[in-house]
């Protein structure tokens, strides 16, 4: 399952869920049982990634190697405008900029390209000035409200942030530990947040803070492997 907060939107399987609050501690969850591009050509196949920002939706439908466009209504979602490219053949995670662009990472290349907001390719997101020359093996990325890039650079055990045109700003290292780091997610205080798979445990660092230190213990005993945060 896969999630982007705008009110709620998840993807579980083949279907969209549109989660609203309602209360402190109610929600009211829409399905969204069918989901077809505007031609109405096909449904989701392995969809593994969706992102949301104001009403515009983003779904990475992985196994038709594209990307949907849709806008959100209340509880309905409209349009589903096709987004493909060569250089995109299996999209997993997707996030909307400000400006409307979106980023998407491919899982065989591991590179994070660049649509502008029509869907059009604008090329390969590339670190501009970065204080090595290390190789980078980019495991997943992330975007905060201010347009900065978070990119999780297993190879070289760190997160990268960079601004919104790649320019290099920072960096944090990863905790030196056993495990494997597998995803990050930034909230809306600009807190980083980053997943050790084999732990089951988070760690974070506020936003300014250069240390990511656990967020409480492991949660091995109530999931094994976690893949997504």
């Known amino acids: 399952m896969t999630f982007s907060c705008c009110r709620l939107v998840l993807i579980a ?3 969209v869920l549109i989660v609203t609050a309602v209360a402190a501690d109610k929600f009211a969850v829409v399905p969204v049982w069918q989901v077809y591009d505007a031609e109405g050509t096909g449904p989701l196949v392995r969809p593994e990634g969706v992102a949301c920002r104001g009403n515009r939706v983003v779904i990475a439908d992985t196994g038709n190697a594209r990307l949907l466009l849709f806008s959100l209504d ?3 979602l409209s349009g589903g405008r096709v987004c493909s490219a060569l250089a ?3 999209p997993v995670r997707v996030h909307l900029m400000s400006t409307g662009d979106i980023l998407a ?3 065989r290349t591991r590179q994070v390209l660049h649509f502008d907001a029509a869907g059009e390719l604008q090329g390969v997101l590339k670190p501009i000035g970065l204080p ?3 190789s980078l093996w980019i495991s997943s990325f992330a975007v905060d409200d201010a347009d900065r890039i978070f990119l999780l650079d297993v190879a070289g055990k760190r997160v ?3 601004a919104a045109d790649g320019a290099f700003q920072s960096s944090i290292p990863l905790p030196e530990t056993d495990g494997v780091f597998s995803d990050l997610t930034v ?3 600009g807190t980083l947040y980053v997943l050790n798979s084999v732990q089951a445990r988070v760690y974070a660092a506020e936003k300014g803070v250069r240390t990511l230190s656990p967020l409480g213990g492991s949660l091995t005993a109530f999931m094994s492997f976690p893949t997504h945060i």
């Open 13 to 15: 399987g083949m279907h």
């Open 88 to 90: 995109m053949k299996s």
């Open 132 to 134: 090595d020359s290390r």
């Open 187 to 189: 909230d809306a205080k």
């Open 105 to 107: 990472q491919d899982s």
């Open 160 to 162: 990268l942030i960079l």
């Open 74 to 76: 209340g509880d309905r």
